[in-house]
């Protein structure tokens, strides 16, 4: 029992980081699409989208993997922590690269 609350605390947690990182290359694009001259964020943010996906499909398998026993919820927090960890690295370097000062 206390296994499988983990696993789905880790899956959801891996989703949240990776819906983030989807949220925040989506807010960059539309912002790129409207000014002059965004068209170098641009191509980054549509560089981007493969991992940002992956990331999110990954969590998706974990968050399925939690409704399988033992073996596939020990799975799904490994995979969960992955791609929280994959996820939030892709954003914090996209927010890094995109940072002004304030």
């Known amino acids: 029992m206390v296994l499988h609350l ?34 170098p964020v641009a191509a980054y943010v549509r560089s981007r989208w493969p991992i940002a996906g992956g990331a999110t499909a ?26 929280a960890a994959v996820a939030t690295k892709a954003l914090d370097g996209t927010r890094q690269r995109y940072r002004t000062g304030g």
């Open 58 to 83: 990954v969590a998706l398998l974990a968050l399925l993997l939690t409704s399988g026993g033992g073996v596939a919820d020990v799975l799904a927090i490994m995979i969960g922590a992955g791609s």
């Open 6 to 39: 983990l696993a789905v605390i880790v899956a959801l947690a891996g989703l949240v980081a990776a819906v983030a990182n989807d949220a925040y290359l989506a807010l960059l694009s539309s912002a790129a699409r409207k000014r002059a001259g965004g068209a």
